[in-house]
T-cell receptor, first 111, second 116 residues
């Protein structure tokens, strides 16, 4: 069935380093992918999205890469800051108006 | 704009009790969603609505009901609470389809429900 998962449940990085959070998806027909950030006690916040006809999309300090050959999605955060500490979710379209979320990766930024 | 507002923030229910989780949005979004998030897990879709008067089941609808009488409000009803419904519930809204650019889901801050 359709599923979205993550390779690493936790990621620890030093402040100022670049972070890479990975995600695998199983539905080759998915055409839209989103990364969300969730801070403790809050709802998920949109970070960046990408369509399946693109390989890369950049935002402010974030880049999403999509490799459709191996069904892999990654989120790169440049110059990671303490405020980036959160749980990050990838999500894919699993059908009409239905996003399927992965389990999440916790990013811990150390000074 | 307040965005997506959920009430209450916390609730403890006894097994068999009923309650309604409230969700309202002031962005005039057509699409609204209810998700549940179990500890250490991702979000699972319970119900969604593409407009007033229209609702449909998501991945895990059993034990829940919804209604959408207005664009702004999308309440989630638990009729007979069970311990398996202990979770954090998130409401979200969106102006367009899930596959539309520049229309990501806007989430509320959640309702933490415990059923004992």
């Amino acid at each position: 069935g359709e599923s979205v998962g993550l390779h690493l449940p936790t990621l620890s990085v030093q402040e100022g380093d670049n972070s890479i959070i990975n995600c695998a998806y199983s539905n080759s027909a998915s055409d839209y992918f989103i990364w969300y950030k969730q801070e403790s006690g809050k709802g998920p916040q949109f970070i960046i999205d990408i369509r399946s006809n693109m390989d890369k999309r950049q935002g402010q300090r974030v880049t999403v890469l999509l490799n459709k050959t191996v069904k892999h999605l990654s989120l790169q955060i440049a110059a990671t800051q303490p405020g980036d500490s959160a749980v990050y979710f990838c999500a894919e379209t699993g059908g009409y108006n239905k996003l399927i979320f992965g389990a999440g990766t916790r990013l811990a930024v150390h000074p | 704009n307040a965005g997506v507002t959920q009430t209450p923030k916390f609730r403890i229910l006894k097994i068999g009790q009923s309650m309604t989780l409230q969700c309202t949005q002031d962005m005039n979004h057509n699409y609204m969603y209810w998700y549940r998030q179990d500890p250490g897990m991702g979000l699972k879709l319970i119900y969604y609505s593409v407009g007033a008067g229209i609702t449909d089941k998501g991945e895990v609808p059993n034990g829940y009901n919804v209604s959408r009488s207005t664009t702004e409000d999308f309440p989630l009803r638990l009729e007979l609470a069970a311990p398996s419904q202990t979770s954090v519930y998130f409401c979200a809204s969106q102006p367009g389809r899930a596959s539309s650019y520049n229309s990501p889901l806007h989430f509320g801050n959640g309702t933490r429900l415990t059923v004992t």
